[in-house]
Protein backbone atom coordinates (compact mmCIF):
# COMPACT_ATOMS: atom_id res chain seq x y z
CA UNK A 1 0.00 0.00 0.00
CA UNK A 2 1.46 3.35 -0.71
CA UNK A 3 2.59 5.61 2.61
CA UNK A 4 -0.25 8.15 4.24
CA UNK A 5 -0.41 11.55 3.69
CA UNK A 6 0.52 12.01 7.30
CA UNK A 7 3.74 9.23 7.04
CA UNK A 8 4.88 10.90 4.07
CA UNK A 9 4.64 14.41 5.45
CA UNK A 10 6.27 13.33 8.86
CA UNK A 11 9.24 11.53 6.99
CA UNK A 12 9.40 14.63 4.66
CA UNK A 13 9.70 16.82 8.21
CA UNK A 14 12.25 14.37 9.40
CA UNK A 15 14.59 15.01 6.42
CA UNK A 16 13.98 18.58 6.27
CA UNK A 17 14.94 18.50 10.27
CA UNK A 18 18.12 16.53 9.82
CA UNK A 19 19.12 18.80 6.49
CA UNK A 20 19.06 21.68 9.22
CA UNK A 21 21.36 19.85 11.52
CA UNK A 22 23.86 18.67 9.46
CA UNK A 23 24.16 22.36 8.62
CA UNK A 24 24.85 23.65 12.18
CA UNK A 25 27.18 23.10 14.78
CA UNK A 26 27.91 23.32 18.33
CA UNK A 27 30.95 24.14 19.31
CA UNK A 28 33.11 20.99 20.84
CA UNK A 29 33.92 21.58 24.90
CA UNK A 30 31.05 23.88 25.39
CA UNK A 31 29.94 23.78 28.77
CA UNK A 32 27.46 26.38 29.61
CA UNK A 33 27.40 26.35 33.18
CA UNK A 34 28.06 30.11 33.81
CA UNK A 35 31.77 28.30 35.56
CA UNK A 36 33.93 27.39 32.87
CA UNK A 37 35.36 29.42 30.87
CA UNK A 38 34.06 29.48 27.37
CA UNK A 39 35.84 31.44 25.09
CA UNK A 40 38.88 28.99 23.58
CA UNK A 41 35.95 26.85 22.45
CA UNK A 42 33.98 29.45 20.95
CA UNK A 43 36.74 30.95 18.98
CA UNK A 44 37.79 27.65 18.08
CA UNK A 45 34.81 26.57 16.13
CA UNK A 46 35.27 30.61 14.74
CA UNK A 47 38.63 29.89 13.57
CA UNK A 48 37.71 26.31 12.36
CA UNK A 49 35.41 27.73 9.54
CA UNK A 50 32.12 26.05 11.18
CA UNK A 51 29.65 28.77 9.22
CA UNK A 52 26.61 28.33 11.36
CA UNK A 53 27.14 27.88 15.41
CA UNK A 54 24.53 27.35 17.43
CA UNK A 55 24.29 27.26 21.03
CA UNK A 56 21.92 25.76 23.43
CA UNK A 57 20.36 26.59 26.67
CA UNK A 58 23.36 27.88 28.43
CA UNK A 59 25.11 30.63 30.35
CA UNK A 60 28.52 30.77 29.06
CA UNK A 61 31.52 32.71 30.07
CA UNK A 62 33.75 34.89 27.76
CA UNK A 63 36.89 36.44 29.16
CA UNK A 64 38.02 37.55 25.85
CA UNK A 65 36.48 39.10 22.96
CA UNK A 66 35.54 36.64 19.96
CA UNK A 67 36.70 37.87 16.85
CA UNK A 68 35.19 37.05 14.09
CA UNK A 69 37.41 37.11 10.89
CA UNK A 70 35.35 36.90 7.98
CA UNK A 71 37.81 37.50 4.92
CA UNK A 72 39.84 34.24 6.91
CA UNK A 73 37.14 32.31 8.03
CA UNK A 74 34.04 32.43 5.97
CA UNK A 75 30.37 33.09 6.01
CA UNK A 76 29.13 32.83 10.17
CA UNK A 77 26.02 33.33 12.01
CA UNK A 78 25.77 32.84 15.28
CA UNK A 79 22.24 31.30 16.83
CA UNK A 80 21.03 31.27 20.30
CA UNK A 81 17.18 30.53 19.61
CA UNK A 82 16.82 32.95 22.65
CA UNK A 83 18.21 30.35 25.64
CA UNK A 84 22.14 31.15 25.01
CA UNK A 85 23.21 33.81 27.54
CA UNK A 86 26.86 35.07 26.89
CA UNK A 87 28.80 36.71 30.31
CA UNK A 88 30.99 39.17 28.64
CA UNK A 89 34.10 39.42 31.56
CA UNK A 90 36.60 41.50 30.05
CA UNK A 91 36.65 44.90 28.25
CA UNK A 92 35.68 45.17 25.05
CA UNK A 93 32.66 43.53 22.97
CA UNK A 94 31.74 40.27 23.37
CA UNK A 95 31.47 39.44 19.46
CA UNK A 96 34.15 41.36 17.23
CA UNK A 97 32.80 41.32 13.59
CA UNK A 98 35.93 42.40 11.02
CA UNK A 99 35.40 42.44 7.28
CA UNK A 100 36.93 44.21 4.67
CA UNK A 101 34.40 45.73 2.66
CA UNK A 102 35.77 49.36 1.55
CA UNK A 103 33.24 50.35 -1.37
CA UNK A 104 29.63 51.58 -0.96
CA UNK A 105 26.77 49.87 -1.38
CA UNK A 106 26.98 50.28 -5.33
CA UNK A 107 27.38 46.72 -6.60
CA UNK A 108 30.47 47.84 -8.30
CA UNK A 109 32.01 48.46 -5.36
CA UNK A 110 31.75 45.51 -3.58
CA UNK A 111 34.63 42.96 -4.07
CA UNK A 112 34.34 39.14 -5.01
CA UNK A 113 36.03 38.82 -1.68
CA UNK A 114 33.40 39.60 -0.18
CA UNK A 115 30.47 38.06 -1.31
CA UNK A 116 32.27 34.67 -1.52
CA UNK A 117 33.39 35.17 2.17
CA UNK A 118 32.16 37.70 4.33
CA UNK A 119 28.74 38.60 3.18
CA UNK A 120 25.65 38.72 5.70
CA UNK A 121 26.93 37.82 8.78
CA UNK A 122 24.19 37.27 11.32
CA UNK A 123 23.56 36.62 14.83
CA UNK A 124 20.25 36.14 16.48
CA UNK A 125 18.42 34.30 19.38
CA UNK A 126 21.10 35.33 22.09
CA UNK A 127 21.62 37.65 25.24
CA UNK A 128 24.94 39.31 26.01
CA UNK A 129 25.22 40.39 29.72
CA UNK A 130 27.90 42.41 30.54
CA UNK A 131 30.23 41.42 34.12
CA UNK A 132 32.63 44.30 33.08
CA UNK A 133 32.82 47.92 33.31
CA UNK A 134 33.94 47.75 29.84
CA UNK A 135 32.10 45.08 28.51
CA UNK A 136 30.35 45.51 25.65
CA UNK A 137 27.98 43.76 23.30
CA UNK A 138 28.26 43.46 19.80
CA UNK A 139 31.42 45.33 17.54
CA UNK A 140 31.22 45.63 13.91
CA UNK A 141 33.77 47.37 11.16
CA UNK A 142 34.45 46.62 7.74
CA UNK A 143 31.10 43.93 7.18
CA UNK A 144 28.35 44.08 4.14
CA UNK A 145 25.08 43.63 5.20
CA UNK A 146 25.50 42.68 9.35
CA UNK A 147 22.53 41.26 10.45
CA UNK A 148 21.06 41.44 14.33
CA UNK A 149 18.19 39.99 14.79
CA UNK A 150 16.25 38.86 18.68
CA UNK A 151 19.50 39.75 20.28
CA UNK A 152 19.35 41.25 24.21
CA UNK A 153 22.44 43.02 25.14
CA UNK A 154 22.28 43.93 29.24
CA UNK A 155 24.45 45.90 32.06
CA UNK A 156 27.11 46.39 29.56
CA UNK A 157 28.65 49.53 28.32
CA UNK A 158 27.51 50.10 24.43
CA UNK A 159 25.03 47.36 23.36
CA UNK A 160 25.98 47.51 19.64
CA UNK A 161 29.36 49.57 18.15
CA UNK A 162 29.70 50.13 14.52
CA UNK A 163 32.64 51.81 13.68
CA UNK A 164 35.42 52.16 10.55
CA UNK A 165 32.93 51.45 7.31
CA UNK A 166 30.16 49.12 6.98
CA UNK A 167 27.16 48.92 4.66
CA UNK A 168 23.89 47.76 4.32
CA UNK A 169 22.82 47.12 8.19
CA UNK A 170 19.87 45.40 9.81
CA UNK A 171 18.99 45.89 13.54
CA UNK A 172 15.83 43.81 14.33
CA UNK A 173 13.89 42.57 17.13
CA UNK A 174 16.54 43.58 19.45
CA UNK A 175 16.39 44.37 23.18
CA UNK A 176 19.33 46.81 23.68
CA UNK A 177 18.27 47.28 27.86
CA UNK A 178 20.08 49.18 30.60
CA UNK A 179 23.49 49.52 29.48
CA UNK A 180 25.95 52.22 31.23
CA UNK A 181 26.51 53.73 27.62
CA UNK A 182 24.86 53.69 24.15
CA UNK A 183 21.90 51.42 22.78
CA UNK A 184 23.36 51.88 18.73
CA UNK A 185 26.44 53.51 18.98
CA UNK A 186 27.38 54.81 15.37
CA UNK A 187 30.89 55.69 16.17
CA UNK A 188 33.37 57.37 13.71
CA UNK A 189 31.66 55.35 11.07
CA UNK A 190 31.13 55.65 7.45
CA UNK A 191 28.18 54.10 7.08
CA UNK A 192 25.48 53.94 4.41
CA UNK A 193 21.92 52.02 4.81
CA UNK A 194 20.91 50.87 8.27
CA UNK A 195 17.70 49.94 9.35
CA UNK A 196 17.29 49.76 12.91
CA UNK A 197 13.06 48.53 13.54
CA UNK A 198 11.42 46.44 16.17
CA UNK A 199 13.28 47.14 18.41
CA UNK A 200 13.39 48.15 21.95
CA UNK A 201 16.10 50.70 22.90
CA UNK A 202 15.90 51.75 26.78
CA UNK A 203 17.52 52.45 29.80
CA UNK A 204 20.92 53.30 27.76
CA UNK A 205 22.68 55.90 29.91
CA UNK A 206 25.14 57.13 27.15
CA UNK A 207 22.09 57.43 24.74
CA UNK A 208 19.88 55.30 22.86
CA UNK A 209 20.98 55.46 19.01
CA UNK A 210 23.72 58.19 18.78
CA UNK A 211 25.47 58.93 16.05
CA UNK A 212 29.11 61.02 16.77
CA UNK A 213 32.49 61.62 14.34
CA UNK A 214 30.38 59.42 11.67
CA UNK A 215 29.37 59.98 8.49
CA UNK A 216 25.35 58.21 8.23
CA UNK A 217 22.83 58.43 5.20
CA UNK A 218 20.02 56.57 4.71
CA UNK A 219 19.63 56.10 8.58
CA UNK A 220 15.53 54.65 9.28
CA UNK A 221 14.28 54.37 12.72
CA UNK A 222 10.66 52.98 12.90
CA UNK A 223 8.72 51.44 15.00
CA UNK A 224 10.76 51.16 17.48
CA UNK A 225 10.37 51.83 21.84
CA UNK A 226 13.19 54.41 22.91
CA UNK A 227 12.77 55.42 26.45
CA UNK A 228 15.08 56.66 29.32
CA UNK A 229 18.55 56.62 27.37
CA UNK A 230 19.91 59.45 29.35
CA UNK A 231 21.16 57.96 32.51
CA UNK A 232 19.90 59.84 35.73
CA UNK A 233 19.79 64.00 36.79
CA UNK A 234 24.38 64.22 37.37
CA UNK A 235 24.32 62.57 33.66
CA UNK A 236 26.18 64.81 30.77
CA UNK A 237 23.35 66.08 28.04
CA UNK A 238 21.89 62.87 25.51
CA UNK A 239 19.03 62.24 23.83
CA UNK A 240 17.13 59.17 22.92
CA UNK A 241 18.42 59.36 19.79
CA UNK A 242 21.65 61.86 18.91
CA UNK A 243 22.42 62.71 15.25
CA UNK A 244 25.34 64.99 15.92
CA UNK A 245 27.25 66.24 12.38
CA UNK A 246 29.79 68.06 13.64
CA UNK A 247 33.22 67.63 11.54
CA UNK A 248 31.34 65.13 9.50
CA UNK A 249 27.48 64.96 8.38
CA UNK A 250 24.63 62.78 9.19
CA UNK A 251 21.34 63.15 6.22
CA UNK A 252 19.19 60.94 4.61
CA UNK A 253 17.30 60.45 8.20
CA UNK A 254 13.41 58.71 8.41
CA UNK A 255 12.59 58.58 11.93
CA UNK A 256 8.80 57.12 11.64
CA UNK A 257 6.25 55.54 14.02
CA UNK A 258 8.57 55.23 16.99
CA UNK A 259 7.57 56.11 20.99
CA UNK A 260 10.16 57.96 22.38
CA UNK A 261 10.11 59.38 25.79
CA UNK A 262 11.94 60.05 28.97
CA UNK A 263 13.28 61.09 31.54
CA UNK A 264 12.90 65.16 32.21
CA UNK A 265 14.86 64.56 35.04
CA UNK A 266 18.27 64.13 32.89
CA UNK A 267 19.83 67.77 32.05
CA UNK A 268 18.97 69.18 29.12
CA UNK A 269 17.41 65.98 27.51
CA UNK A 270 16.01 65.19 24.40
CA UNK A 271 13.76 63.03 22.31
CA UNK A 272 15.57 63.63 19.52
CA UNK A 273 18.54 65.92 18.72
CA UNK A 274 20.05 66.47 15.33
CA UNK A 275 23.15 68.74 14.86
CA UNK A 276 23.14 69.35 11.14
CA UNK A 277 26.51 71.86 10.92
CA UNK A 278 28.58 70.03 9.06
CA UNK A 279 32.39 69.27 7.32
CA UNK A 280 32.85 72.07 5.14
CA UNK A 281 32.79 71.06 1.27
CA UNK A 282 34.94 72.29 -1.97
CA UNK A 283 31.65 73.06 -3.93
CA UNK A 284 29.35 74.98 -1.77
CA UNK A 285 28.87 77.20 1.07
CA UNK A 286 26.30 75.25 2.68
CA UNK A 287 27.34 73.40 6.41
CA UNK A 288 23.96 72.46 6.91
CA UNK A 289 22.89 69.00 6.14
CA UNK A 290 19.64 67.25 6.28
CA UNK A 291 16.93 65.56 4.22
CA UNK A 292 15.14 64.29 7.34
CA UNK A 293 11.97 62.91 8.09
CA UNK A 294 10.38 62.96 11.42
CA UNK A 295 6.86 60.78 11.08
CA UNK A 296 3.74 59.86 13.48
CA UNK A 297 5.83 59.29 16.54
CA UNK A 298 4.61 59.79 20.13
CA UNK A 299 7.27 61.83 22.01
CA UNK A 300 6.82 63.29 25.41
CA UNK A 301 8.55 63.72 29.01
CA UNK A 302 12.15 65.33 28.56
CA UNK A 303 12.95 68.77 28.49
CA UNK A 304 12.78 69.08 24.55
CA UNK A 305 11.16 66.73 22.20
CA UNK A 306 12.52 67.87 19.34
CA UNK A 307 16.08 69.78 19.47
CA UNK A 308 17.17 70.42 15.47
CA UNK A 309 20.32 72.62 14.79
CA UNK A 310 21.66 73.60 11.38
CA UNK A 311 19.15 71.66 9.71
CA UNK A 312 18.34 71.96 5.92
CA UNK A 313 15.38 70.16 4.42
CA UNK A 314 13.38 68.82 7.54
CA UNK A 315 9.59 67.26 7.47
CA UNK A 316 8.14 66.88 10.91
CA UNK A 317 4.53 65.58 10.47
CA UNK A 318 1.89 63.50 12.10
CA UNK A 319 3.83 63.47 15.31
CA UNK A 320 2.13 63.44 19.23
CA UNK A 321 4.46 65.54 21.64
CA UNK A 322 3.60 66.41 25.42
CA UNK A 323 5.36 67.21 28.51
CA UNK A 324 8.49 69.50 26.72
CA UNK A 325 9.48 70.61 30.02
CA UNK A 326 11.20 73.24 28.17
CA UNK A 327 10.17 73.46 25.08
CA UNK A 328 8.29 70.68 23.06
CA UNK A 329 10.45 71.95 19.50
CA UNK A 330 13.13 74.38 19.34
CA UNK A 331 14.73 74.98 15.90
CA UNK A 332 17.65 76.90 15.17
CA UNK A 333 19.01 77.85 11.77
CA UNK A 334 17.60 75.54 9.88
CA UNK A 335 16.39 75.99 6.18
CA UNK A 336 13.66 74.04 4.30
CA UNK A 337 11.72 73.27 7.23
CA UNK A 338 8.09 71.63 7.06
CA UNK A 339 6.04 71.13 10.04
CA UNK A 340 2.29 69.68 9.30
CA UNK A 341 -0.30 67.80 11.65
CA UNK A 342 1.65 67.80 15.06
CA UNK A 343 -0.44 68.02 17.98
CA UNK A 344 1.08 69.40 20.94
CA UNK A 345 -0.90 68.41 24.08
CA UNK A 346 -1.41 69.01 27.66
CA UNK A 347 -3.61 65.87 28.81
CA UNK A 348 -4.25 66.48 32.79
CA UNK A 349 -3.97 63.01 33.19
CA UNK A 350 -0.66 63.36 32.86
CA UNK A 351 0.12 65.76 35.74
CA UNK A 352 1.46 63.43 38.20
CA UNK A 353 4.44 64.49 40.03
CA UNK A 354 5.75 67.63 37.92
CA UNK A 355 3.90 66.79 35.05
CA UNK A 356 1.68 70.40 35.20
CA UNK A 357 4.84 72.01 35.27
CA UNK A 358 6.32 71.54 31.33
CA UNK A 359 6.74 74.54 29.50
CA UNK A 360 5.69 73.30 26.17
CA UNK A 361 5.94 75.60 23.28
CA UNK A 362 7.63 75.85 20.01
CA UNK A 363 10.57 78.17 19.14
CA UNK A 364 11.75 78.47 15.83
CA UNK A 365 15.18 81.01 15.75
CA UNK A 366 17.19 82.45 13.10
CA UNK A 367 15.08 79.54 10.25
CA UNK A 368 14.37 80.28 6.77
CA UNK A 369 11.58 79.07 4.27
CA UNK A 370 9.23 77.80 7.03
CA UNK A 371 6.19 76.28 6.14
CA UNK A 372 3.61 75.18 9.10
CA UNK A 373 0.40 73.67 8.02
CA UNK A 374 -2.30 71.72 10.35
CA UNK A 375 -0.46 72.13 13.38
CA UNK A 376 -2.63 71.87 16.57
CA UNK A 377 -1.16 73.59 19.59
CA UNK A 378 -3.87 72.37 22.05
CA UNK A 379 -1.91 72.81 25.53
CA UNK A 380 -1.20 75.92 27.75
CA UNK A 381 2.02 76.96 27.65
CA UNK A 382 3.53 78.30 30.72
CA UNK A 383 6.55 80.69 30.92
CA UNK A 384 7.25 81.08 26.94
CA UNK A 385 5.65 84.80 25.65
CA UNK A 386 4.01 82.33 23.25
CA UNK A 387 3.19 78.93 21.94
CA UNK A 388 4.71 79.62 18.59
CA UNK A 389 7.82 81.76 18.86
CA UNK A 390 9.29 83.01 15.50
CA UNK A 391 12.25 84.98 16.14
CA UNK A 392 14.97 85.94 13.28
CA UNK A 393 13.26 84.29 10.50
CA UNK A 394 12.67 85.12 6.52
CA UNK A 395 10.14 83.57 4.32
CA UNK A 396 7.40 81.92 6.76
CA UNK A 397 4.14 80.61 6.37
CA UNK A 398 1.72 79.34 8.82
CA UNK A 399 -1.59 78.49 7.61
CA UNK A 400 -4.49 76.58 9.06
CA UNK A 401 -3.59 75.91 12.48
CA UNK A 402 -5.40 75.96 15.68
CA UNK A 403 -4.30 77.22 19.24
CA UNK A 404 -6.60 75.87 21.08
CA UNK A 405 -6.03 77.71 25.19
CA UNK A 406 -3.89 80.82 25.03
CA UNK A 407 -2.92 82.40 28.21
CA UNK A 408 -0.65 84.78 26.34
CA UNK A 409 -0.04 85.10 22.79
CA UNK A 410 -0.93 82.37 19.68
CA UNK A 411 2.16 83.71 17.86
CA UNK A 412 5.02 86.24 18.84
CA UNK A 413 6.43 87.73 15.59
CA UNK A 414 10.03 88.59 16.22
CA UNK A 415 12.11 90.20 13.35
CA UNK A 416 10.68 88.61 10.91
CA UNK A 417 12.18 89.55 7.46
CA UNK A 418 8.84 88.23 5.15
CA UNK A 419 5.95 86.27 6.21
CA UNK A 420 2.39 85.22 6.58
CA UNK A 421 -0.35 83.97 8.80
CA UNK A 422 -3.46 82.89 7.94
CA UNK A 423 -6.67 80.85 8.31
CA UNK A 424 -5.83 80.16 12.60
CA UNK A 425 -8.26 80.04 15.09
CA UNK A 426 -6.97 81.17 18.03
CA UNK A 427 -8.78 80.45 21.63
CA UNK A 428 -8.01 82.91 24.33
CA UNK A 429 -8.61 81.75 28.31
CA UNK A 430 -6.82 85.17 29.66
CA UNK A 431 -7.42 88.56 29.42
CA UNK A 432 -4.06 88.63 28.28
CA UNK A 433 -4.32 86.15 25.24
CA UNK A 434 -4.02 87.79 21.95
CA UNK A 435 -3.70 86.33 18.61
CA UNK A 436 0.03 87.78 17.03
CA UNK A 437 2.62 89.63 19.12
CA UNK A 438 4.62 92.03 17.47
CA UNK A 439 8.05 92.46 18.48
CA UNK A 440 11.21 94.31 16.67
CA UNK A 441 10.72 94.94 13.04
CA UNK A 442 8.99 92.20 10.83
CA UNK A 443 6.61 92.06 7.69
CA UNK A 444 4.39 89.74 8.44
CA UNK A 445 1.04 89.80 7.22
CA UNK A 446 -1.63 88.08 9.66
CA UNK A 447 -5.22 87.95 7.65
CA UNK A 448 -8.39 85.65 7.55
CA UNK A 449 -7.49 84.15 11.22
CA UNK A 450 -10.43 84.16 14.01
CA UNK A 451 -10.01 84.80 17.69
CA UNK A 452 -12.57 84.02 20.77
CA UNK A 453 -12.06 84.20 24.47
CA UNK A 454 -13.57 81.94 26.75
CA UNK A 455 -13.91 81.33 30.83
Not at 300 to 309: G, R
Request: proline content about 4%; glycine content about 12%.
Amino acid sequence: MPPSNTLFGSFILTLTLAGFTAHAATPAGLVGDGIADDTAAIQAAVDAKTGSIEFGRGVYRLTKTITVDLDRVGWTSLSGDGVAQFKMEAAGPAFRFIGTHGGTASPPTVKPNVWDRQRTPMVDGIEILGGHPNACGIEADGTMQLTLTRVVVRKAKHAVRLTGRNRNVTLSECHLYENSGIGVFLDRLNLHQINIANCHISYNAGGGVVSTGSEIRNLQIGTCDIEGNMGDASSPPTANVLLDSTDTSVGEVAIVGCTIQHTHDAPDSANIRINGWSNERPFTDERRTGNITIADNVLSDVQTNLDITAVRGITISGNTMWKGYAANVIATNCRQVVMTGNVYDRNPRYHYGDGAKAKLGVILEDCQDVTLNGEHYGGEVLQHPAALQLRRCDGVNVQGCSFARLSRAGVLVDDVAFGQIAGCLFTGITDQAVQVEHQGASDVDAKTNRFRRVP
